[in-house]
């Protein structure tokens, strides 16, 4: 799978395993087709992956990928931006498919996701 995490997405989502499960837990991450071809993002902290779930390695974390998920992620950068203005995680979609959130207009489409919109489950 062609997907690649940037060293602040992954200290994002080890401080979320970190604050919401133990180190061994992993990072399920959901993405969806919502209305007017646009993804929809939602995680929460597991401690085994679901039926069907692939298992993501990245620098000692475990992301737990949905087969939808693994589709609508391929070749995507996830990112994580802190600013004044929002926070969140950000997925730099090089294949340039219009996503939902704030995006810009230029190739490659890059969507921002606030950590404050994104559906968590624990």
Known sequence: M??????????FIRRMIRFNGSDRDGFRLVMTATGCSGL???FSI????RAGDSVLE???LKLFLPPESRLLLEGVTIDFSDTPMSSGLRFVNS????CSG???SKAPATCTFD???IGRKY
């Open 95 to 98: 294949n340039a498919v219009p």
């Open 102 to 104: 704030t995006c810009s």
């Open 46 to 49: 597991a401690t085994t992956p």
């Open 58 to 60: 990245h620098d000692g």
């Open 115 to 117: 950590a404050a919109g």
């Open 2 to 11: 062609n997907v690649t995490i940037t060293p602040a997405a992954a200290k």
């Open 40 to 42: 929809g993002a939602e």
